[in-house]
C-alpha cells in the first residue's frame, strides 16, 4: 500500500503479521535483547522488509543498526525508512543518487489518544483540522497529522542531524492526498545541500490504517 506514495526510483517491502519465533538477523540480536515480545517481533519483521528492499536494489543482506536517535542505519548509497503499527510493517528504500531523503509512517485509522493532539499541533493547524474533519469527517485527521510529522522527521533527521519537534513543523493538507510541511526552524543540511524550508509529502487511508510518506528530491 505505501508504495503507491512513493516516487520513481523509491520502493518498500510491507507485513501485515509477524512470522512466528523468528530470530533477529544476525548482528541485530543487542538491539532487542532487552524487548518485549511485540516490539522483539514488530522490529524483526521491519527489518527483514528492509533487507528484502535492498535486494531489489542489488544489496547483498546485512545487519540494519541503529543509530543516535534509533534510526537505521542504511548501507552507503541507499537512503530509507522504516514504520511499524498494530498489524503492519513496513520499509521503503531509494538509491542515494534518486533521493536525497526518505520518511515514512503507519498509524491506526483511529483518533489520537485523549491530550495528544494539544503536544502536535502549532497555531492554525487546529482550525485547518477542522475544517477538514468538517469536510470530511469519516478520517482522523488528528492521527494523519502525527503520521505525517512522524514522516517529515524521519526524511528530516539524516539530512541535518538535527531533532525537529511536532511544534517545529506546519502542515497543510491537500484532501487530495498530498501535504505541505512547513519548516519552522533553520533547515540547513548537514550535506551542503539547499535548506529544508519545505517539505512535501503524501498520504493515503488504506486497510484500516492511516499512510504518509516524505521524499526529497535528489536537487532539494
Known amino acids: 500500500m505505501i508504495a ?3 516516487p520513481a526510483g523509491a520502493l518498500a517491502v510491507e507485513a ?3 512470522v512466528p ?14 524487548a518485549v515480545t511485540g516490539r522483539r517481533q514488530e522490529f524483526v519483521t521491519a527489518r527483514r522488509c528492509a533487507r528484502e528492499a535492498l535486494a531489489h ?11 543516535a536517535r534509533r534510526e537505521p542505519v542504511w548501507p552507503d548509497g541507499v537512503v530509507g525508512s522504516i514504520t511499524h503499527c498494530a498489524g503492519y510493517r ?17 498509524e491506526p485509522h483511529e483518533p489520537l489518544p485523549d491530550g495528544v493532539a494539544g503536544v502536535v499541533t502549532v497555531a492554525g493547524e487546529p482550525e485547518r483540522l477542522a475544517a477538514l474533519r468538517a469536510a470530511d469527517p469519516a478520517t482522523h485527521w488528528d492521527r494523519l497529522l502525527f503520521s505525517a510529522k512522524e514522516s517529515v522527521y524521519k526524511a528530516w533527521y539524516p539530512l541535518t542531524g538535527r531533532w525537529l ?7 497543510t493538507f491537500d ?20 535548506p529544508l524550508d519545505v517539505l512535501d509529502g503524501r498520504w493515503l487511508v488504506a486497510g484500516g490504517l492511516l499512510l ?3 521524499a526529497v528530491p535528489r536537487r532539494s
Not at 536494489?57 to 543509530?67: D, F, T
Not at 542515494?96 to 515514512?104: Q, R
Not at 519537534?165 to 502542515?171: K, Q, R, T, V, Y
Not at 505541505?180 to 545541500?193: H, P, S, Y
Open 165 to 171: 519537534g511536532f511544534e517545529e513543523a506546519d502542515l
Open 57 to 67: 536494489l542489488g544489496y547483498a543482506p546485512v545487519p540494519i543498526r541503529s543509530g
Open 90 to 106: 513496513a520499509a521503503a528504500v531509494a538509491p542515494a543518487g534518486a533521493l536525497a531523503g526518505l520518511g515514512i509512517d503507519a
Open 4 to 6: 503507491a506514495l512513493l
Open 16 to 18: 501485515f503479521a509477524d
Open 21 to 34: 519465533d523468528e530470530t533477529p538477523y544476525p548482528g541485530e540480536e543487542d538491539l532487542v535483547a532487552r
Open 212 to 214: 504518509t510518506a516524505v
Open 175 to 194: 484532501p487530495a492526498g498530498r501535504f505541505t510541511a512547513r519548516i519552522l526552524v533553520d533547515g540547513t543540511r548537514a550535506d551542503g545541500g539547499p
